[in-house]
């Protein structure tokens, strides 16, 4: 998988900016778009501990910020734990932008270890063609 080694690269490297002084469990994530634009973040945490948000999160304000794209590979890593999957409320996020298809990549502090898809991640989803059929 070297091609993707820009994209886990990425997303460790955003994991290093983490501020997370509250739970101490950095998260570094990183989108990789079809033309080869890669957009990264961190989870940002804040002392009223509803208001911070994930790696995933801040990863997909950069891509929309850039414009959007077509999202082939998403990559997460967490120092502290072992493939460590988005969360219930960043694979519907993710979901919004990225294809049933994309491939969600799941690491290790060493590399990439397992991919999935976003499907596997989210099934069922809650999709946007729901709203088109209530109206
Ligand atoms: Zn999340």
């Not at 290093?16 to 989108?31: L, N, Q, T």
């Not at 994930?54 to 890593?77: K, L, N, Q, R």
Request: proline content about 4%; aromatic content about 6%.
């Amino acid at each position: 998988m070297a091609d993707l080694d820009p994209l886990f690269t990425a997303a460790k490297t955003a994991m290093e900016k983490a501020h997370a002084k509250y739970s101490d469990f950095p998260v570094g994530a990183a989108i990789l778009t079809k033309d080869g634009r890669i957009f990264s973040g961190a989870n940002i945490e804040v002392i009223s501990f509803p208001e911070g948000w994930c790696a995933e999160t801040t990863a997909i304000s950069h891509f929309v910020m850039a414009g959007g794209g077509e999202i082939t590979d998403i990559c997460v890593i967490a120092e502290k734990k072992d493939i460590c999957t988005p969360c219930g409320g960043c694979r519907q996020r993710l979901a919004e932008f990225a294809p049933a298809e994309a491939k969600v990549h799941l690491c290790t502090m060493e590399g990439i270890v397992q991919t999935v898809t976003m499907a596997d991640l989210l099934p069922h989803g809650f999709e946007s063609d729901v709203l088109a059929k209530t109206n």
